[in-house]
């Protein structure tokens, strides 16, 4: 355990604390992707992989979880491995839960928006995950919408993803986000990838090409006192992309048994993506690791331009 604590519950790792102060990128990772999103040992291989990915970008990785009543940016090997073999057992943790998991000394994984609350305790802007939560489908009988969404227009966090989850109301999310002030912007596409495939068929607010500009424009925000996040919506390569058809078809057919089972609430995810992988036979598992591994050298190439001097000095000169 380290000094660096805020009221008792934060605990930055020692590389983290050090890398925040002396002004070094840092990414923040989150855990429910290890404990709900995939089966062991591949969300520990993926977790592992992940990190490796953001420093070799020239980053430090610190991955997010609620451990033993400590709020922990950077775990240890151990603790990934710990949360990975947990699996579900581990308490599936967001913005209300997280007082109760501190509290019960409980292990919890955090969603998109916890693991926003604690970068943002931390000192850390930059954070890479594979989608976003959303506006679920049905939800206007359901209203079932995700606390990511007002995480983002409160907590000056960047996410860095491949666009909203495929299984959500698309049209309703951006809606939801335009209405709260969070800009999409499209890292090298005019159109909001759907996390499996590149496209939506719905555009995003602004499109980017470069880091340096996407820095430049972070700090203006932040710095004019503009609070809230941004969503980087990164599309997966090419290469890696799912076939629209057979996708679409899968979350069909996951959603119709969704419905009939009585899934709900924070449960709707996790099983919707596990019916997902199997009803495309591992694929959309497979495209799942390589779109957060595209994600995270993103955000530690963002992390490295935000913290440069250069990026402090205005708008990027063309």
């Not at 709900?264 to 799942?288: H, Q, Y």
């Given at each position: 355990?380290?000094?660096?604590?805020?009221?008792?519950?934060?605990?930055?790792?020692?590389?983290?604390?050090?890398?925040?102060a002396a002004g070094r990128p840092v990414v923040a990772l989150e855990s429910t992707i290890i404990s709900h999103g995939m089966p062991y040992p591949r969300n520990a291989e993926t977790a592992f992989a992940?990190?490796?990915?953001?420093?070799?970008?020239?980053?430090?990785?610190?991955?997010?979880?609620?451990?033993?009543?400590?709020?922990?940016?950077?775990?240890?090997?151990?603790?990934?491995?710990?949360?990975?073999?947990?699996?579900?057992?581990?308490?599936?943790?967001?913005?209300?839960?997280?007082?109760?998991?501190?509290?019960?000394?409980?292990?919890?994984?955090?969603?998109?928006?916890?693991?926003?609350?604690?970068?943002?305790?931390?000192?850390?802007?930059?954070?890479?995950?594979?989608?976003?939560?959303?506006?679920?489908?049905?939800?206007?009988?359901?209203?079932?919408?995700?606390?990511?969404?007002?995480?983002?227009?409160?907590?000056?966090?960047?996410?860095?993803?491949?666009?909203?989850?495929?299984?959500?109301?698309?049209?309703?999310?951006?809606?939801?986000?335009?209405?709260?002030?969070?800009?999409?912007?499209?890292?090298?596409?005019?159109?909001?990838?759907?996390?499996?495939?590149?496209?939506?068929?719905?555009?995003?607010?602004?499109?980017?090409?470069?880091?340096?500009?996407?820095?430049?424009?972070?700090?203006?925000?932040?710095?004019?006192?503009?609070?809230?996040?941004?969503?980087?919506?990164?599309?997966?390569?090419?290469?890696d992309a799912m076939p629209k058809a057979k996708i679409d078809a899968a979350i069909e057919a996951a959603l119709a048994e969704a419905e009939a089972l009585g899934v709900s609430g924070k449960e709707t995810?996790?099983?919707?993506?596990?019916?997902?992988?199997?009803?495309?036979?591992?694929?959309?598992?497979?495209?799942?690791?390589?779109?957060?591994?595209?994600?995270?050298?993103?955000?530690?190439?963002?992390?490295?331009?935000?913290?440069?001097?250069?990026?402090?000095?205005?708008?990027?000169?063309?």
């Amino acid at each position: 355990m380290n000094d660096n604590t805020t009221a008792g519950y934060l605990e930055i790792s020692d590389e983290a604390a050090e890398a925040i102060a002396a002004g070094r990128p840092v990414v923040a990772l989150e855990s429910t992707i290890i404990s709900h999103g995939m089966p062991y040992p591949r969300n520990a291989e993926t977790a592992f992989a992940v990190e490796a990915a953001v420093r070799e970008a020239g980053a430090v990785p610190a991955t997010i979880a609620l451990i033993g009543g400590r709020a922990k940016a950077g775990l240890s090997s151990d603790e990934i491995e710990r949360l990975a073999r947990a699996g579900k057992n581990a308490v599936k943790t967001s913005r209300r839960d997280i007082p109760f998991v501190l509290s019960r000394g409980v292990d919890g994984a955090t969603t998109v928006a916890a693991t926003m609350i604690v970068a943002g305790l931390a000192g850390i802007r930059i954070f890479a995950t594979g989608g976003i939560g959303g506006v679920h489908r049905g939800a206007s009988r359901s209203f079932d919408v995700s606390a990511d969404l007002e995480e983002l227009a409160r907590t000056d966090v960047a996410v860095v993803c491949a666009g909203a989850k495929s299984i959500l109301d698309i049209g309703l999310t951006l809606e939801y986000l335009e209405t709260r002030g969070v800009a999409v912007v499209g890292f090298g596409t005019d159109e909001l990838p759907a996390f499996y495939t590149r496209e939506s068929g719905f555009k995003v607010d602004w499109r980017v090409d470069d880091v340096a500009e996407l820095a430049a424009a972070l700090r203006a925000k932040w710095e004019l006192g503009l609070r809230g996040g941004i969503v980087v919506a990164n599309p997966i390569p090419i290469a890696d992309a799912m076939p629209k058809a057979k996708i679409d078809a899968a979350i069909e057919a996951a959603l119709a048994e969704a419905e009939a089972l009585g899934v709900s609430g924070k449960e709707t995810t996790p099983f919707l993506l596990a019916r997902i992988v199997e009803l495309t036979g591992g694929d959309s598992l497979e495209s799942n690791v390589r779109l957060v591994l595209n994600n995270a050298r993103l955000a530690a190439l963002l992390a490295v331009e935000y913290c440069a001097p250069s990026a402090a000095r205005g708008p990027v000169e063309r």
